[in-house]
């Protein structure tokens, strides 16, 4: 999903950080482990555990916490309570303002205390992170700073999917994953690959590389990246991070995708999540661009297919767990209301649990996006902002009261 870009230059004015009371009033699905034993949650064939009993994924996206707490005006924000219990967020920031990797194998320290910040709050709150490694759009550098790097030492590169290929541009994006796997907390003293707080690694948001529809290139990244995050961390769960096309591995199944390019676009979801390693499917759920012309109804209806063969796909081909990484609908063109919305989220929510409480698989959903009041400048048209939707908030709370019962 694109993004909004970091600001340039923050105040004290700016808007506190998600982990925020409002949450934190749901009754929502929670690990409270007992505070000094914190277990990995690890994944057993289709499901995910933790401390000896299913662990459900009942989560949000807020992609920009590093940022935030890079800066001393908005990291106090960070510490406020929250309830759902995972949060995928950014663990990258390539090149630009508050970079985190300010050029190939050079970290900004500040900024990466900032994300040893962040991890350390999630641990003190009982919230489990899911930490992306690199993006596939501009948004936060991305593939396209790499290549960029690439460009200035003087390599031969003429597209950005040169990330998945050149060798060099390779090496740059294995030292900053060992820079993040291997770091030490300053605030906790413990290494990130020893950090139970890590739910899992994901390798890049929402791949794609339409320079070879074969998907053979992003297939052989795949394959790389996902060993060599293994050879350093074995713990960690491992996700990929695509959106979940399928693609030439499966062309009986080119009519589930929202449209004829996706089986073009580079992805395999079926080939991709047989990379040895990946350990869960990742997806994504966006109807409302995919399907730009669609009735509500047929948004719907889309939703239901894509979910439910995905979800078929995981636990029949895959034998691995699913995460619905983010889905979501804007409101920002006022084409759809926060009635279709939250109708959108239901029938998300409604097909997981099916799943789930059929035994079937477990895993579990994060929302794109969560807010406080007063962040709206961050706000992509996703943003779900609690104290202006205290129906959704209801709707939350009902579903975690279902994966309880």
């Known amino acids: 999903m694109g993004m909004c870009p970091i600001p340039s230059s923050w105040s004290a004015t700016t808007p506190r950080l998600l982990l925020l009371h409002h949450l934190f009033l749901i009754s929502l699905v929670s690990d409270m482990e007992d505070a000094h034993h914190w277990p990995m949650v690890e994944r057993r064939g289709t499901h995910l555990w933790a401390s000896g009993r299913p662990f459900i994924i009942h989560g949000f996206n807020t992609y920009w916490l590093m940022s935030f707490a890079a800066d001393q005006a908005t990291r106090p924000r960070v510490t406020a309570e ?63 700073q790499y290549v960029r790097w690439g460009k200035e030492a003087g390599l031969d590169l003429t597209s950005e999917d040169d ?21 030490i907390n300053t605030t906790t003293n413990e290494a990130y690959k ?4 890590i739910l899992a690694w994901e390798l890049i948001n929402e791949p794609r590389c339409p320079s070879d529809p074969s998907g053979d290139t992003l297939q052989a990244w795949i394959e790389e990246m996902a060993s060599y995050v ?4 074995p713990m960690h769960l491992l996700e990929i991070g695509i959106e979940g096309f399928y693609g030439p591995s499966t062309p009986e199944l ?63 081909l895959l034998g691995m767990p699913i995460g619905v990484g983010e889905f979501g609908v804007s409101v920002k063109d006022g084409k759809f209301g926060s009635e279709f919305r939250e109708a959108f989220m239901k029938t998300v929510y409604g097909i997981f649990l099916s799943s789930w409480k059929g035994g079937a698989l477990g895993g579990g959903c994060l929302l794109w996006q969560l807010f406080s009041e007063g962040a709206e400048h961050m706000d992509d048209g996703y943003a779900v902002i609690f104290a202006k939707s205290p129906s959704t908030l209801s709707l939350l709370a009902n579903h975690s009261r279902s994966l309880e019962s």
Request: hydrophobic fraction near 40%; proline fraction near 4%.
């Open 82 to 144: 929250a309830g759902l219990n995972v949060c995928r967020t950014w663990a990258f920031n390539d090149g630009g303002h508050r970079a985190l990797q300010t050029a190939p194998f050079h970290y900004d320290e500040e900024v990466f205390q900032a994300l040893d910040f962040v991890i350390s709050e999630a641990r003190r709150h009982n919230m489990r992170l899911i930490l992306s490694l690199c993006n596939n759009w501009e948004d936060y550098g991305g593939k396209a």
């Open 254 to 316: 080119f009519p589930v995708n929202p449209d004829e390019y996706s089986a073009h676009a580079g992805t395999d979801f079926v080939r991709d999540h047989q990379a040895p390693g990946i350990d869960l499917a990742s997806v994504h759920v966006y109807s409302d661009t995919w399907l730009p012309h669609s009735i509500e109804e047929n948004h719907l209806q889309f939703v239901n297919i894509w979910m439910q063969k995905h979800i078929d796909d995981a636990a029949n």
């Open 194 to 197: 020893d950090d139970p707080t």
């Open 230 to 233: 293994k050879s350093i961390d």
């Open 163 to 183: 990330f998945f290929s050149d060798t060099t541009i390779k090496s740059y994006y294995k030292a900053f994953v060992q820079a993040v796997v291997t770091r």
